[in-house]
C-alpha cells in the first residue's frame, strides 16, 4: 500500500483525512506496553454502569468433554459416492489484476476498507445441475463441484434455501471434508439464504442428502453467487504486506487475553467482498452475549450482515515468529449504529470458538495525554498493536478520540478495531486519521464509545451494553416454575445462553408412554434432563451424546420436566428439539447378519438388531446342528431402544468345527415378553490366501487410455476350499478389475484378478481393493497418474427440457483445455439429434477456450441422454433432451339443439369434445384456439388455458350459428346427412405450448 507523500505533514480534505489506516513506526518502550492484568470479576448484574470488566467464558464455565463426532458429509459415509468424483462446473477464469490495480488507486483516494473479493453471478440448483446418487435404499445424494480457477478462496451464496426435515446440506472445500459447515431445517435463516465460510482453494463441494420418499417441503435451493477472492494470505503479489513499522502483538503477552477478543471480518456487500476488523465486546448482565463492535462506514448493515465471517486468533505463534490462522464464525445480525461516531454492533449468529476474551469498556474520557493501545488487522494480516496517546479533542471531530501512536500504527484493514485505555477497556473504534508508517507524527480518530453507546438499545429502549441480547420467544424459562408445557412435536429457533437454562414441562404422563427427545440440528454444547415432579435429581440426562436416551414413564400420577443447559466452553446457543411421546408395544425383533464366520476362528459380526422400541435387553442362541436347541453363550446385554437398529458382534466360547453347521438367533425380553429373531444358518470351513503383490503402481498412463497389472490369489491350504464372498471393493473409478477366479478356491490352487487404470483427469489416483474370502480379507492398494489433454466444459450439461418435434433448440458451451497437453479438436462430433459447430482451432493450447453451439432437432417425442467427449475417457459435457408432441385427437359432438342429430338451428350451439395430449407430461400450458370460420358462426374454446402436466386434457369446441347466418330456418349440420344443398368447411383447432403449436381440422357441413 501506498501512502500520500509526507514531506512536512498537512491536514488533507475531510474526505481524504480518514485513511481507516493511522499510526506511527517508532518501536519504543512505553507505560502502557507494560499493561495491567486484566479484571474479570463480574459486576453486579443489571446494575447501571459507565465501564463494564472483560470476561472469559472459560474462567467461569468449565469445559466438558463431548465425544460424539458431528455427522460426516455424505462423500465419506457412503461407498458408493467414492467410486467417482462429484460433476464439476468450472468457472471461466477471473482475471484479478484490474481490481488489484483498482484497489492501489482507491487506497490511495482515501478508501478506507479493503477489497478482497469479487461476487461472480451464477445459477445453479440440484434440478439442473450436479449429479443424484441413491447411496442406499431409501437414501440419495445430490453433489455439484465449483471450480473458479486462479482464486484464493471461495465463499457461496444460496438464495430460496428450503430443506425437508430430513435433509441434510453438506457445503466443504476440496478434500478438506473434515471441516464441513453442515445446513439442516433449524439453522437455515429465515431469510433462506445461506452464505458458506470462506475457502483456502480455488474449488468447493455442495452435497445434499435427501430422504427418498420425504414429504413436503422438498429440498430447493440456487446457489447464486461464487466469491472469488482474489487476495490471498500465502500469495504476497496478490497482497499490499502490513507497513514495517506495525508491531507483532504476540510481543506483548500482556494483551494477549485481550487482543483474544479482536477478529478479522470479510462480508459482502454488492459485488465484492471487503475485510474490517472488530471485537467481541462484553455487557453488564453477565450473559456472555456475543455482540462485535465494528465501523459503520466499513458497509455492515441489516443487508449484509448475514455475510459476515469472522476469523478468531489470527496472529503469530511467538514473537515475531509464524502466522497462524485460529477459528472462524461465520453469518451475524445488525443491532444498532451510531453515525455520529461511526460505530454499529452487531450478534453474531454463528457459533464461538473457546478461548475468546469478551471485551471490557468504558464510556468515561480519559485525560488528555493518557495512554491508549489499539489491537487490529492491517492490510487483512496477522494480529498487531499499537501504542500511543490521547490527544486533545479535534473540534472538527469532536465526536472522535484523536490520538498520536509512539509505536507501530494501524492501515487499510484496520477499520473498525478496538481503542483501549490503560485499563484494557474499549473506548472507541478505528474510524480513520492521516497517521501511517510514512507519517508517524500523523494522528488516528477513534468513534468514542460514550457517543455510540445511547445509540445502542433495542426496539424497547433496553441498552445492549446493559442487559445484553433478548432471550428466544418463551422469555425467562429459567426455572422449573416458569416451565411452559410442550406437546410432541418441533419445537425450533431456541436460544441458550450462558447462565440462562431452559426449563420445559411435560405434564403428567401415562404409564408405560416412551419419551423421546432429539436436537435438530445435533448439538455438542447441549446438556438435556428429564426431571420427575421437584425431585432434585434428574431421571434421564445426555452426558456425553446429543440426545436424551428413550425414557419408559414407570407407574406413578406425576409430572415431568426437562431442562436444556449450555455445557462446554460455549455462550449462546440456537437449537432446536424434536420431542415425540407415545407408547411402547411388546418387543419385536429381527435379525440380519452382514458377515457369517465361515472359518473356525472367525466371529459373528455386522448384525442388525431392529426393535419397535421396547426396552429391555437381548442375547444370543446358537446349536453346534440344525437342532435348535437352547444354549446360551453369552450374558445378557441391555440393547437400546432404538427402532432403526443397533450394530452388535459376537465372539463364539471356543473355535467354530471346521466343516459344521452352525444356527444362531437373537432372544430379545423385556421382561414379561421374550421373543426370538429369524434363525441364520451357516457352514464353516478353513483355509488361507496369498496374494503375489499387496500393492499395484500403474506407470504414468495417457488420459481415455488403460493400463493393466495382474494380481494372482493363492489358496495355500491343502485340506479346504476358499470361498470369496465380495471379491472387490473400488472406491475409485479409474479403477477397475476382472477375474477368473470361481466362487470357491480349490486347495493348492490359484487364480487371477486383472486390475484396469484408465485415467480420466491429468493427476495422481490412489485406491484400492478388499479381497474378502473365508480365510479373511486382504487389502491391495492401487495407484496411478494420468497424463495428457483434458477438457472442461462451462456447464456441467446442456439440457433442453422442452423442445418440439420437428423443431431446433441451440446452446452455446465454452470448452476449455486444462490438461498437460495441447487438445486435438478434430475428435468434437454428436450423433442425431444432437449436433455441434464450433470455433476451435485444430489444436487448442493448456489454458485455452473456445465455442461450441450445441444444436438439437429430435424426431421422435421422449427423453434423450448424451455425452460429448472431446478426448476419449475425460470430462464430458453431458447432454440432455426432453422432446415432446402434442395431439389433438377424439373430436365428437356433445350434444344437440334441434331435433336432427349435430345440427345447430340459428342463434344455437353445439359442442365437440376434443382431447388435448402430450407425448410426455409437461411442467408447461397450452393455449387452444379455434378459426377457419365462415360468417355468420363463430367459435370457442374452454378452458382456453389448460395444463398439461398431468397428461391428457379435455376441452369443448362450442360453434355457434347467428340467426342471420340461416335463411328460413337453415341449420348448421356438423356431422350425419343433410339436405342435398350443402357448405361445407372445417373448424381448425390450435394448441399453442410458446412457439410450437399443433393442429386438427373439424369438418362442418352448413346445409339449407
Known sequence: MHFPPQSGVVWLSRVAVLLACVGGCVRGASAQQQGSQEQTSQRQRNAPASE?????????????????????????????????????????????????????????????????????????SPAKDGEWIEVEPGTKVWRLEIQSPG?????????????????????????????????????????????????????????????????????????????????????????????????????????????????????????????CSGALINNNSGDFSPMFLTAAHCGIDSTTAASVHILWK????????????????????????????????????????????????????????????????????????????????????????????????????????????DQHLIIGELWGGTA???????????????????????????????????????????????????????????????????????????????????????????????????????LLTNTNVYDLPTFVVPPGNDTYYVRFFLRGVINRQLYGIQYALDLPLPPFVTYRTAS????????????????????????????????????????????????????????????????SDYTFRVVASDGTNTVRSNAITFHTISGSLLVSSASVDFPDTR????????????????????????PLNYPYSPFASTADCPTTLPPDSSCHFTVTFTPQFPSRMNGGFSIQTSAGNTNVLVSGAGFGAQTNFSVYSADFPHVLVGTNSAMMVTLFSTGTEGLNTAGIGLSAPFSETNDCPAVLAPGASC?????????????????????????PLRLYLQAFDIQLNNPRPSRSHRGTENAISPGKSAAYHVQVVPSVPLNATATIACGGLPAGVSCQVQPSIVNLSGGPVDVNVIVSAEKSAGQQGRAIRLRGRGPQEQKSFDVTVNASVGNAVRSLKIPVTLTQ
Not at 346 to 354: D, F, M, N
Not at 488 to 510: E, K, M, P, V
Not at 647 to 656: A, G, H, Q, T
Open 596 to 659: 457369517q464366520p465361515t472359518s473356525v476362528n472367525d466371529y459373528f459380526y455386522g448384525g442388525i438388531l431392529q426393535s419397535n422400541g421396547s426396552t429391555g435387553t437381548y442375547w444370543f442362541e446358537y446349536s453346534p446342528g440344525r437342532d435348535l436347541t437352547n444354549m446360551q453363550v453369552s450374558p445378557h446385554q441391555p440393547y437400546d431402544a432404538n427402532p432403526i437398529g443397533v450394530l452388535i458382534s459376537y465372539v463364539p466360547p471356543e473355535p467354530f468345527q471346521e466343516n
Open 851 to 875: 465455442h461450441l453451439w450445441v444444436t438439437v432437432t429430435p424426431n421422435v417425442a421422449g427423453e434423450t441422454r448424451a455425452m460429448m467427449y472431446v478426448v476419449p475417457g475425460t470430462f
Open 151 to 275: 482464486a484464493h478462496g471461495l465463499r457461496l451464496h444460496l438464495a430460496n434455501v428450503g430443506l425437508a426435515s430430513g435433509s441434510q446440506l453438506f457445503i466443504y472445500e476440496g478434500e478438506n471434508k473434515g471441516n464441513a459447515e453442515m445446513f439442516t431445517v433449524p439453522n437455515v435463516p429465515r431469510t433462506k439464504e445461506i452464505f458458506s465460510s470462506p475457502t483456502i482453494a480455488e474449488t468447493v463441494t455442495v452435497e445434499l442428502v435427501q430422504k427418498i420418499g420425504e414429504q413436503a417441503p422438498a429440498d430447493t435451493f440456487d446457489i447464486v453467487g461464487v466469491g472469488h477472492l482474489y487476495r490471498g494470505s500465502n500469495d504476497p503479489s496478490t497482497i499490499v504486506p502490513a507497513g514495517a513499522c506495525n508491531l507483532d502483538a504476540s510481543c506483548y503477552p500482556d494483551w494477549d487475553h485481550t487482543g483474544d477478543s479482536v477478529g478479522r471480518t470479510d462480508y459482502i456487500s454488492g459485488q465484492f467482498i471487503y475485510y
Open 703 to 726: 488420459i481415455g487410455t488403460t493400463s493393466s497389472s495382474m494380481v494372482t490369489l493363492t489358496n495355500t491350504s491343502h485340506a479346504s476350499g476358499l470361498i470369496f464372498y465380495s
Open 436 to 538: 501511517s508508517c510514512t507519517n508517524p507524527s500523523g494522528s488516528a480518530y477513534y468513534g468514542k464509545l460514550s457517543v455510540s453507546y445511547p445509540h445502542f438499545v433495542d426496539a424497547q429502549g433496553n441498552n445492549y451494553l446493559e442487559k445484553g441480547l433478548p432471550d428466544d420467544r418463551f422469555g425467562d424459562i429459567t426455572s422449573r416454575e416458569n416451565a411452559p408445557l410442550i406437546q410432541s412435536g418441533t419445537l425450533d429457533n431456541l436460544i441458550l445462553r450462558y447462565n440462562h437454562d431452559d426449563w420445559f414441562r411435560l405434564g403428567a404422563l401415562q404409564d408405560r408412554y416412551r419419551v423421546t427427545f432429539r436436537f435438530v440440528p445435533f448439538q455438542q454444547y447441549i446438556g438435556a434432563e428429564i426431571y420427575r415432579n421437584q425431585e432434585p435429581t434428574p
Open 314 to 421: 489470527y496472529k503469530t505463534n511467538a514473537c515475531n515468529g509464524q502466522e497462524m490462522f485460529g477459528s472462524s464464525s461465520s453469518g451475524a445480525r445488525f443491532l444498532a449504529t451510531s453515525a455520529g461516531s461511526d460505530s454499529t454492533l452487531l450478534e453474531i449468529t454463528g457459533s464461538l470458538p473457546q478461548g475468546l476474551t469478551w471485551a471490557g469498556w468504558s464510556i468515561g474520557a480519559p485525560p488528555v495525554g493518557s495512554a491508549i493501545t489499539g489491537i487490529h488487522h492491517p492490510e487483512t494480516s496477522y494480529r498487531r498493536i499499537s501504542f500511543g496517546n490521547t490527544l486533545s479533542d479535534d473540534p472538527s471531530f469532536a465526536q472522535y478520540h484523536q490520538v498520536r501512536f509512539s509505536g507501530g500504527t494501524t492501515e487499510p484493514g484496520s477499520s473498525g478495531s478496538p481503542l483501549f485505555n
Open 52 to 124: 463494564v470488566s472483560a470476561a472469559r467464558l472459560e474462567d467461569k464455565y468449565p469445559q466438558i468433554e463431548v465425544r460424539r463426532a458431528l455427522p460426516q458429509p455424505p462423500s465419506v459415509r457412503y461407498p458408493a459416492l467414492q467410486k467417482s468424483a462429484p460433476a464439476r462446473i468450472v468457472l471461466p477464469r477471473l482475471d484479478a489484476q484490474p481490481y488489484i490495480e483498482e484497489d492501489e488507486r482507491q487506497s490511495k483516494n482515501g478508501e478506507r476498507r479493503i477489497r478482497g473479493g469479487v461476487m461472480r453471478e451464477v445459477k445453479m
